[in-house]
C-alpha cells in the first residue's frame, strides 16, 4: 500500500544497500549483522528511496510492544539515518505495534535528526 502512496520511490522491506555496501551508521558503532536477534543492525524494516541514487526519502522501523529491546536503539538509529551525511533520509519514523488479542498502534513518531 505504501508503493502506491509513494509512486516516485522504490519501496523496500529490509534493505540495508547503499550501492553495493551495506549501509552503516559509523557514529553509532551500528553494523549490519545477520545474526543479531535484537535488531541492533542498520536494517530498517521499511525504506523508501531512489535505489542506485542518494534520494533517501523515508525510513521506518516497527517494534512489537512484547520486545524487550530498549526503544531508544531504534530512535538512536533512526537518528543516525537521518543525520548521516551518506544516508541523509528526509523522514524517520517509529512504529510500536500492539501485539496479542487486541492488536494495534500504540505509538507513532517522527523523529528528528
Known amino acids: 500500500y505504501l508503493q502506491?502512496?509513494?509512486?516516485?520511490y522504490s519501496v523496500d522491506c529490509e534493505y540495508n544497500r547503499d550501492g553495493v555496501e551495506p549501509k552503516r551508521i559509523?557514529?553509532?558503532?551500528?553494523?549490519?549483522?545477520?545474526?543479531?536477534?535484537e535488531s541492533k543492525t542498520v536494517f530498517p524494516d521499511i525504506v523508501a528511496h531512489v535505489r542506485g541514487q542518494k534520494q533517501n526519502y523515508l525510513v521506518v522501523e516497527f517494534?512489537?510492544?512484547?520486545n524487550t529491546v530498549d526503544r531508544a536503539v531504534d530512535f538512536q538509529k533512526l537518528r543516525g539515518y537521518k543525520s548521516d551525511d551518506r544516508l541523509n533520509y528526509e523522514h524517520a519514523l517509529f512504529i510500536e505495534l500492539t501485539v496479542g488479542s487486541r492488536p494495534g498502534v500504540v505509538r507513532a513518531e517522527w523523529v528528528d535528526a
Open 63 to 66: 517494534k512489537k510492544s512484547s
Open 4 to 8: 502506491q502512496e509513494l509512486p516516485h
Open 26 to 37: 559509523g557514529y553509532l558503532d551500528l553494523h549490519p549483522d545477520a545474526e543479531d536477534t
